[in-house]
Each structure stands twice: as C-alpha cells, then as structure tokens.
C-alpha cells in the first residue's frame, strides 16, 4: 500500500478486534502512527503488536468509551505519546442480546446505548477539543446498516446505530468550518468476533440467513469495511463529510 498517512496520526477504539484491528492494520501500513484502544489491555497490546510486524509505529491504551475519564485519558495518551490527533475511529461496539421490545431487559437496553452512541459522543468530545486546536482532523464514525433500517429483535443497537448517523450529521454541521470532516460508515453483516459470539458462525441457520440478505451472496470482510474507513479518512475525501456510507454487500438497495 501506498503510505499516504505517513506523518499522521490515528486513535482506534474497539482496535482490539475485528472491524478496529484490520483498520489499525491498515493504518500502520499507510504510515500512520497509530494508538490503538481497546476495553481490553491486552487484546490492544495484541493489535499494536501485529501493527508493528507490519512495520508500524504504533501503542496500545486500555479504555472503556463509556467512560468520560478513561476516554479523555485515551485522548491525551495519543497525543503524549505521538504529538496530534489526525484520524479517529469510533469503532467500539456491542451486539446485545436479542429480544422483542417488551422483553427486552432495562439494564441491557442501556447498556447498548451507553456503548454504541454514548460512547461514540464522548469520544468525539474529547477527539474534538484536540482537532479543533490543531484546525484539522478527520473522524469516522462506525455506525450500521442497522443505522439506516430496521431489524427485529436488534431493538438497542438499531437506535444507537441510528443515533450515530444523527450525531455524525450534527458534528459535520458543526465542525466543517473548522476544518474536520466526521463521516459514518455503515457496514452490512462482517464476520468478526462479534457474530461469533452472537452464535452466527459459518454452517449455522442463522448465518445462512444473514447470506442470504446480502445480494453479494456473502458476508463481508473486516478488511473491506477498513478499506472504506481508510479511504474516508484519506485526503482523497476531501470534500466528503456528514454522510453515512455503505460497505453491505447491497444489503439496503433491496
Ligand atoms: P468485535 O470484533 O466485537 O470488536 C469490537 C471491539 O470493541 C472489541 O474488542 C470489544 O471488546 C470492544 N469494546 C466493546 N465494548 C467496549 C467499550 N465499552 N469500550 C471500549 N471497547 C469496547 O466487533 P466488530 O464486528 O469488529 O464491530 C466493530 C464495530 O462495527 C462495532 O461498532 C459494531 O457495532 C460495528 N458493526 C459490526 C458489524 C458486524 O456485522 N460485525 C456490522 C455493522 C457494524 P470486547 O471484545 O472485550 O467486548
């Protein structure tokens, strides 16, 4: 790859895993220098090394977006450790459980919501308060297609996913005068951890039918969804905030 992001650099949430370690992956090998957070020290220890087999420059930061201290902590090892704040990725997420709405548990509900859009404001708070200091930055947003329609018993995490493409909206509107573009990106079914855990391993009746709902007659890859993270985080974007973009396999063109 070419190392357009040499002098940059990057904070990843959620880098531990998935959709955040391939797009730390594929940030080290642009040539950003990269912090990579994660609610596990050392699944971010585990990222930070594979960034540094590919050649990258890159620390690991344990940091739980829920909360306020432990995000601007995160924040401000970024810049101690590397100088400026250019990229952020607001990838940290949960699943949740699955239920119908009247089923659904109080604490679960919030809880998705605390991690999924709460989490993603306050990173964004702090992410903010360094760029517009700078008077430059780029900040993309992991929301879903689940941000931009609907899925039964997925009640918590089509909210927060939805509220994410709000928020993104809002903070382009307020920020592109100062220089940052904040963009969502709104991934179908990725096999990650994630499903896994969700119990949507390949061979089971679920994932077929989560195949089956992508006319690309497959699921996506973790690398593909970086891949479009990059390229929105890329001065090639450079006219491009407040939308939210799809990498789904044409999951919502139906
Ligand atoms: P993943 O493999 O589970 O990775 C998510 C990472 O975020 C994990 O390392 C997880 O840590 C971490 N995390 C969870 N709660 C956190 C918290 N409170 N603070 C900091 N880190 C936290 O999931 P993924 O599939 O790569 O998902 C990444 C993002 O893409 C999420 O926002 C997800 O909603 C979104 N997305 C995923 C898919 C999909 O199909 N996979 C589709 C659309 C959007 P633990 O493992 O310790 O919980």
Same mark, same amino acid.
């Given at each position: 790859m070419m190392r357009e992001f040499e002098g940059k650099v990057a904070l990843i949430t959620g880098?531990?895993?998935g959709i955040g370690r391939a797009t730390a992956q594929a940030l080290a090998e642009g040539g950003a220098k990269v912090m990579a957070a994660d609610l596990s020290a050392e699944a971010a220890r585990e990222s930070a090394d594979l960034c540094e087999k590919a050649g990258g420059v890159c620390q690991a930061t344990a940091a739980d977006v829920t909360s306020a201290a432990q995000v601007e902590q995160m924040v401000n090892r970024t810049t101690e450790a590397f /100088?400026?704040?250019d990229i952020a990725v607001n990838n940290a997420g949960i699943g949740g459980p699955a239920a119908t709405i009247a089923d659904y548990e109080e604490a679960a509900w919030r809880q998705v919501i605390d991690v999924n859009l709460i989490g993603v404001w306050l990173c964004m708070k702090y992410e903010l308060a360094q760029m517009t200091k700078a008077g430059s930055g780029v900040i993309v947003n992991i929301s879903s297609i689940l941000g931009l329609v609907g899925f039964p018993q997925a009640s918590a995490y089509v909210s927060a996913k939805h509220g994410v493409v709000g928020l993104t909206k809002s903070a382009a509107l307020e920020y592109s005068g100062q220089g940052i573009r904040i963009n969502s990106v709104n991934p179908g079914f990725i096999q990650t951890p994630m499903l896994e855990a969700a119990?949507?391993?390949? /061979?089971t009746e679920m994932h077929e039918f989560l195949v089956g709902k992508h006319p690309a007659g497959r699921l996506g890859t973790s690398e593909e969804v970086a891949e479009l993270i990059l390229w929105l985080a890329s001065?090639?974007?450079?006219?491009?905030?407040g939308g939210a973009y799809l990498v789904d396999g044409g999951y919502v063109a139906q």
């Open positions: 880098a531990g895993s /100088g400026r704040l119990g949507m391993t390949p /061979g001065d090639r974007a450079s006219f491009i905030t």
